[in-house]
C-alpha cells in the first residue's frame, strides 16, 4: 500500500515540475518580447517577468524536481527496475529532461542579467523539447515491451517533426498577421 502512495506522489509532483518547466519557457518567451516594447512598458514588464520567473523556479519547479527525482528512485530501487532496460531508457530521457532543466535555470539567469540571446521563435521551439521528453517518458513506462518500441520511437520522431512544425507554422501566421 506504501508503494501506492509513493507512486501518487511522485505523479502529482512529474506534474508540478512539467507545468513548470512548460511555464517558465513561456515566459521567457514574453520576457524577450517585452524588451522589444518602448518605455515605460519594457522597464515594468522585464522587471515582473524576472519576478516571476524567479519564483516559479525557486517555489515550483525546483522542488517538484527534487521530489520527483527522490521518489522515483525509491520507487525504483524499490521494485528493482532499475535491472530492467525500459527503465534505463526511461532513465536516459530523465536525464535528458534534467539537462532542459539546468539549461532553462541558466537562461533564467542570463534574463536576471538582461542578456537575451534567444528570439521568441527558438524559445517557441525550445519549449516543445520538454514535451518531447514527456511523451518519450510516458510511452516507455506505459509500454515497455521490445516489439512495442519500434512503434514508440518511431511515434516519437513522427510526433517531434509534426510539433517542430506547429511551431514554424505558428511564426508563419504570426508574422502574417
Known amino acids: 500500500m506504501s508503494y501506492l502512495y509513493l507512486k501518487s506522489i511522485h505523479i502529482i509532483f512529474v506534474v508540478s515540475w512539467m507545468a513548470g518547466l512548460f511555464y517558465i519557457v513561456r515566459l521567457f518567451i514574453y520576457h524577450t518580447e517585452a524588451n522589444q516594447k518602448p518605455e515605460p512598458d519594457r522597464s515594468i514588464l522585464l522587471k515582473q517577468f524576472q519576478i516571476m520567473e524567479k519564483k516559479l523556479w525557486t517555489v515550483i519547479a525546483t522542488p517538484a524536481m527534487i521530489l520527483t527525482l527522490a521518489s522515483g528512485f525509491y520507487m ?13 531508457v526511461k532513465l536516459a530521457f530523465v536525464a535528458g529532461l534534467l539537462i532542459y532543466h539546468f539549461i532553462c535555470q541558466n537562461m533564467m539567469e542570463q534574463f536576471q542579467k ?12 525550445w519549449n516543445e ?7 518519450g517518458i510516458v510511452f516507455t513506462v506505459v509500454l ?6 519500434l512503434y514508440g520511437l518511431l511515434g516519437l520522431i513522427l510526433f517531434a517533426m509534426i510539433i517542430m512544425s ?7 501566421y504570426r508574422l502574417k498577421s
Open 114 to 125: 538582461g542578456l537575451f540571446n534567444w528570439s521568441s521563435t527558438k524559445l517557441r521551439i
Open 76 to 88: 525504483m530501487f524499490q521494485q528493482s527496475w532499475h535491472l530492467q532496460l525500459w527503465m534505463q
Open 166 to 172: 506547429a511551431v514554424k507554422l505558428y511564426k508563419y
Open 144 to 149: 515497455k515491451t521490445a516489439m512495442d518500441w
Open 129 to 135: 523539447v520538454a514535451t518531447i521528453f514527456l511523451v
